[in-house]
């Protein structure tokens, strides 16, 4: 019995020298896959402290949601359903992206943007720029 409470003890100890003693050089950073197809689904803001995020009005209803597809060889694919000319006709632009620690930086079209990776789950990307918008995309 006394060998089993000194095994026990050893055990325990060393799972806490094991844990404590990790370094982890990706401080605040989120190590989740970006890679994939991100379906839209929110978008709000920052007011007085608080987040207020509605449902993506840029979703046509009756369509597809528009997204952001994000590859490994660091190419990227904005998809925009639009009923303007036909029903839910998809347009896509393309270009690429960079990721620097919990920063997301796109170029599509010419037009750069850089947003603070909010969250990032392997089913859920919260995006945020500079000027407190927000977007929550939803893996496909």
């Known amino acids: 019995m006394k060998n089993q409470s000194v095994l026990l003890a050893l055990v325990l100890s060393t799972g806490l020298i094991v844990t404590s003693c990790s370094k982890d050089d990706n ?10 197809k991100w379906n839209i689904t929110k978008v709000g803001t920052t007011i007085s402290g ?3 995020l509605i449902d993506a009005p840029q ?7 528009d997204y952001l597809d994000l590859n490994v060889d660091n190419t990227a694919t904005k998809g925009d359903y639009d009923s303007t000319v036909s029903d839910c006709a998809l347009g896509v632009n393309s270009g690429i992206y960079s990721r620097s620690h919990n920063n997301l930086t796109t170029v599509i079209d010419g037009v750069t943007k850089v947003q603070d990776i909010v969250n990032l789950t392997l089913t859920e990307l919260k995006l945020k720029d500079a000027n407190g918008v927000i977007e929550l995309y939803v893996k496909n």
Not at 27 to 36: F, K, S, W, Y
């Open 27 to 36: 401080d605040g950073e989120t190590l989740a896959p970006l890679t994939g």
């Open 50 to 52: 608080e987040e207020t």
């Open 59 to 65: 979703n046509e209803a009756g369509c597809n949601k």
